[in-house]
């Protein structure tokens, strides 16, 4: 992709810039919301990373001022501020996600494939037919099949399922997976997602199929396609 990352720590910048690189990415580093707000008017970015907290012109000064002039490239926003009224401000502001410093790099990987896919399937609508090597899972119907044979999916595992095709071989945090299939923004006492995972697996390889679903120890799962 194509980023733009907004970051005034200069070594917060620097470390981000490496790791967004080694996956890939081609970034370019603004260290302020006017650098920022230049950059997006002459060139065209697959998605921003904006920090919130910036000098001069604040990131969701910066956001709303993209947002009014109509530019809808994916953002997330980025800041140290993790109370829920920042976080809603951000929001409604405009952005398309939200994390908190410090972030993983391989979690603002996720994040940012997940959004444009995302972006992708919002943009085809929900009623298309989703296929990630031998799944065949049709949001509207509310079915899914492997091999040809009928998935018998409770409603959870079904919206797992579904989540984990649409952005399949991009890696799902726990978090991820908690805000789009439970909608919880925080992380309960229990392990919902682990547990959720195990059912999932057992159906998938009800008929000796191998399990498509990776898991990437202590960040979360992966659907293979």
């Known amino acids: 992709m ?22 890939g990415h081609d970034t370019t580093v603004a260290p302020d919301g006017r650098t920022a707000t230049e950059l997006v008017a002459a060139q065209q970015f697959d998605a921003i990373i904006l920090d919130r907290v910036l000098p001069g012109v604040d990131g969701v000064t910066v956001l709303r001022s993209m947002r009014d002039h109509n530019l809808l490239t994916p953002v997330i926003m ?53 296929r990630a090597g031998d799944l065949v899972i049709s949001p509207a119907r509310h079915s899914a099949s492997r091999n040809g044979r009928t998935l018998n999916l409770q409603k959870t595992e079904f919206k797992l399922l579904t989540e984990l095709a649409r952005h399949a071989d991009s890696v799902m945090t726990r978090a991820m997976l908690l805000e789009r299939v439970w909608n919880y923004d925080f992380e309960p006492a229990t392990n919902l997602v682990d547990a959720s995972i195990r059912r999932l697996r057992i159906k998938l390889t009800e ?19």
């Not at 008929?207 to 799962?221: A, K, L, M, S, W």
């Open 78 to 130: 980025m800041t140290a501020l993790g109370q829920w009224r920042q976080k809603v401000e951000g929001l409604e502001s405009g952005a398309d996600d939200y994390v908190v410093k410090p972030v993983e790099p391989a979690e603002l990987n996720a994040r940012l494939h997940a959004l444009m896919r995302a972006r992708g399937w919002s943009e085809r609508g929900s009623d298309e037919t989703l």
């Open 2 to 23: 194509q980023l733009l990352l907004v970051e005034d720590d200069q070594d917060l910048a620097t470390q981000l810039d490496e790791q967004l690189r080694l996956f």
């Open 207 to 225: 008929f000796d199929d191998p399990d498509p679903i990776v898991t990437v120890r202590g960040t979360g799962y992966m659907l293979r396609a």
